[in-house]
């Protein structure tokens, strides 16, 4: 079975700067400072931030599901500007799915805004189908909004 859930977050903030802190590994420095209550602990096992590179994400103590999930970046697209990573150990793939993809993909609104779409595919057996409905957005949802809000405050001051 094959399946995918998205949403989408508006953050006043221009694309491109949106995106200089997703596509690097700053993205993993602002989630270790501003919402360990939710993704615990991002550490980098391997790489600089481009394809190829490996964080494990411990999970805060009481966030309902698996406690940990490592994943790998297999794509980062500047023109698009498009991350894609799998989830290779903990995570969903604990619960029984083949395969589950991750994409971020920041969207230009105009000149002072932009969306960031998060995505979520996956695939898991037929037979363990009520499973798929434990996959959700919230932590992408909460991470893009936190991350909006650190953003747009850091533009206010500087101007």
């Given at each position: 079975?094959h399946g995918h859930l998205s949403q989408d977050t508006l953050i006043k903030?221009?694309?491109?700067?949106?995106?200089?802190?997703?596509?690097?590994?700053?993205?993993?420095?602002?989630?270790?400072?501003?919402?360990?209550?939710?993704?615990?602990?991002?550490?980098?096992?391997?790489?600089?931030?481009?394809?190829?590179?490996?964080?494990?994400?411990?999970?805060?103590?009481?966030?309902?599901?698996?406690?940990?999930?490592?994943?790998?970046?297999?794509?980062?697209?500047?023109?698009?500007?498009?991350?894609?990573?799998?989830?290779?150990?903990?995570?969903?793939?604990?619960?029984?799915?083949?395969?589950?993809?991750?994409?971020?993909?920041?969207?230009?609104?105009?000149?002072?805004?932009?969306?960031?779409?998060?995505?979520?595919?996956?695939?898991?057996?037929?037979?363990?189908?009520?499973?798929?409905?434990?996959?959700?957005?919230?932590?992408?949802?909460?991470?893009?909004?936190?991350?909006?809000?650190?953003?747009?405050?850091?533009?206010?001051?500087?101007?």
């Amino acid at each position: 079975m094959h399946g995918h859930l998205s949403q989408d977050t508006l953050i006043k903030v221009p694309a491109a700067v949106v995106w200089d802190v997703y596509r690097t590994l700053e993205l993993a420095r602002l989630l270790n400072e501003l919402l360990q209550d939710v993704f615990g602990k991002i550490e980098v096992v391997q790489g600089d931030g481009g394809v190829g590179t490996i964080l494990n994400i411990t999970f805060a103590p009481g966030i309902p599901g698996p406690t940990y999930l490592s994943e790998i970046f297999t794509k980062i697209d500047d023109e698009m500007r498009v991350k894609e990573s799998e989830n290779i150990e903990g995570g969903y793939k604990d619960l029984g799915f083949e395969r589950c993809r991750f994409r971020l993909h920041i969207i230009e609104k105009d000149a002072e805004s932009c969306i960031v779409r998060s995505t979520i595919e996956y695939e898991i057996d037929d037979k363990l189908k009520e499973i798929a409905s434990q996959v959700n957005t919230k932590p992408q949802k909460i991470m893009n909004g936190c991350i909006g809000k650190y953003l747009e405050e850091k533009m206010r001051s500087s101007n």
